[in-house]
């Protein structure tokens, strides 16, 4: 810490880093994919094909082309997987013929992505005066040793939430963000058994700048998300906003209260617990750090107890949500969002509850709920959460300013508050509201007009298998006449949102490429934060303690207020039933 003090602090590296980035992003409205190079990876059987670059210009494409339309052709993949890729001349292509384009390997992606990684963290940690040789050393093993674990936690035994579709006969349903716990166990091998090792990758071990900067980033997305959700349902949206409000109010108290009169913890380690266990896991308790300037080995141990814990409640929840939440399917979804503390967890414990509780009321009531409803209710309430992270940073920041260690007497400064906000969640906040004013205006206009146009399709499909049966002239006028009106209805209204596609597709290019990088970062924060874990330290900082508390405020009273106000405000609100 003390090297880090005389060069330019974590948050303001973290802030500027990901405002680089996000302003890197914008150029995707110029036509471009400026990150799209960046690696993903998908759920995998055949390893060959778990990576691939996140942008799709920069993917191979090859299978038979289904279908042209003007310069769009639809190609149907070796997988049987449809993609429409966009061509400037589509006149040498024909219905039948193979398409291929050759793109990025998965592998030069990766290697890209590190060295990039590589390079802008060597710049941070110049400005932090690190020492750059044992730095670089040190991020080359962080980076590989994070994603063999990220690459690992995606293999489709350990990550499926659904095992028939992927075609094996069961899963552990980690999802792929079980990699994050992969990485973490990892580290905590490395850190407590390979001490010597630990302290030769030392100078790289930066949790703290990884997961700010990521957070800057994650407010493009949610932005984006928050946007396509308001012009969803609002309803749903309302109902998760005050669900989220009354929720952690509470929770943020009692666990407070329970830390620091029950276990004594002092209110250096009480804050980050109660913001860990309450908002929304390791960004929150990192945020919550940062506003009360404690010492890093508090969030970084939360943060260990947040990502363990939120794997148990991914396993245990949905199957007790699909036993006795199947009448109030709304309400088991929103619980999820409430109850599940890491993003990737929270969403897909809502994936997995939308299809058990789907399954047990179509068997038990002959009910078929459409999908994605208890899914957009779990991913709302926790959309909700994300951003209430800023807003609790900057009310901890003036309550331990004005409040908490406020000498008697003296009065609370702008600038003490100042010096205490955590700067790098002004980068969420800005990336966050950029692209929320860029969407909002297009987003709610796409999905309605969109329904009109698939139920015009519908009755033109109809209306075509009519025509097929009728033998009388006349009746084919007709008929073909009433095609030809509706099929240019779609034209208008299809024009009518162009140029709001054209923004969204733009904005969902942009946040891919950030969302990508966001992901890595939050995996070597994983990976750094278990290095750093060296349990006999940790246990003399009171990690079995701190463990204790988060079990008891969990399943003692956290799960259960979630459910109860998830009641109090979805009880009775239904998803649309599928008839016919």
């Avoid at 996140?54 to 997987?81: H, P, R």
């Avoid at 095992?163 to 990699?179: D, H, N, R």
């Avoid at 830390?259 to 308790?285: Q, Y």
């Avoid at 900082?541 to 463990?547: K, M, T, V, Y």
Wanted: charged share 20%; proline share 4%; hydrophobic share 50%.
């Amino acid at each position: 810490m003390a090297e880090q003090k005389k060069g330019v602090s974590e948050d303001w590296l973290a802030f500027w880093l990901a405002i680089v980035i996000f302003l890197i992003s914008l150029l995707a409205y110029t036509g471009t994919d400026p990150l799209g190079w960046v690696v993903s990876t998908k759920e995998w059987t055949d390893s060959s094909k778990a990576i691939a670059p996140t942008g799709k210009i920069y993917q191979s494409v090859k299978g038979e082309i289904t279908k042209i339309d003007g310069n769009k052709l639809t190609i149907k993949k070796a997988d049987g997987k449809e993609e429409t890729v966009t061509v400037k001349d589509p006149t040498p292509y024909k219905v039948g013929d193979t398409y291929e384009k050759k793109g990025l390997s998965g592998f030069a992606s990766l290697v890209l992505t590190y060295i990039f990684m590589a390079v802008v963290f060597t710049i941070g940690a110049a400005l932090m005066r690190a020492n750059l040789v044992k730095f670089n050393i040190g991020f080359f093993f962080v980076f590989w040793l994070s994603y063999l674990c990220w690459f690992i936690g995606h293999y489709a035994y350990f990550a499926a939430t659904d095992a028939k579709k992927a075609g094996i006969p069961w899963s552990l349903k980690l999802t792929g963000e079980g990699g994050f716990i992969f990485a973490l166990l990892l580290g905590l091998i490395v850190g407590n058994f390979f001490r010597p090792f630990a302290k030769f990758i030392g100078e790289a071990l930066k949790p703290e700048f990884y997961i700010k900067t990521a957070i800057g980033l994650m407010g493009a997305l949610l932005g984006l998300k928050s946007a396509q959700a308001f012009g969803l349902a609002s309803a749903v949206l309302f109902r998760g906003l005050c669900a989220i409000v009354e929720a952690y109010l509470i929770y943020w108290a009692l666990v407070y209260f329970i830390a620091r009169k029950w276990f004594k913890f002092s209110k250096e380690w009480a804050a980050p617990l109660a913001s860990g266990i309450s908002i929304c896991g390791v960004s929150a308790a990192i945020a919550t750090g940062g506003a009360i300037k404690a010492r890093p080995v508090v969030p970084i141990m939360v943060s260990s107890l947040v990502v363990i814990f939120a794997v148990v409640e991914l396993i245990i929840l949905p199957f007790f949500a699909q036993a006795f939440l199947w009448k109030e399917p709304m309400v088991a979804g929103a619980w999820m969002g409430l109850a599940v503390k890491t993003d990737g967890a929270a969403f897909a414990s809502g994936a997995v509850v939308d299809a058990l509780v789907r399954a047990k009321a179509e068997t038990a009531a002959g009910i078929k709920y459409e999908p994605g409803w208890m899914l957009m209710a779990a991913s709302t309430t926790k959309l909700f959460i994300d951003i209430f992270i800023s807003i609790w940073a900057f009310i901890l920041a003036y309550i331990w300013c004005a409040k908490i260690e406020c000498k008697p007497g003296e009065r609370v400064s702008a600038t003490e508050i100042w010096r205490r906000f955590p700067k790098f969640v002004m980068a969420y906040a800005v990336t966050f509201i950029v692209i929320l004013l860029i969407s909002a205006p297009h987003a709610p206009k796409i999905q309605p007009v969109e329904a009109q146009i698939n139920k015009i399709k519908k009755e033109i499909t109809a209306t075509e298998k009519q025509l097929a049966t009728v033998t009388d002239p006349a009746q084919q006028t007709t008929l073909t006449a009433k095609i030809d009106e509706k099929k240019n209805k779609i034209k208008e209204l299809e024009a009518s949102i162009k140029d709001s596609k054209k923004v969204i597709s733009d904005t969902n290019v942009a946040t891919a490429g950030t969302n990508a990088l966001r992901v890595l970062f939050f995996l070597i924060t994983f990976f750094t934060i278990g290095v750093m874990s060296d349990f006999r330290k940790l246990w003399e900082e009171g990690i079995g303690r701190l463990a204790l508390v988060y079990l008891i405020c969990l399943f003692g009273f956290i799960l259960w207020i979630g459910l109860v106000i998830s009641y109090i405000f979805f009880h009775g609100v239904k998803p649309p039933i599928i008839t016919g």
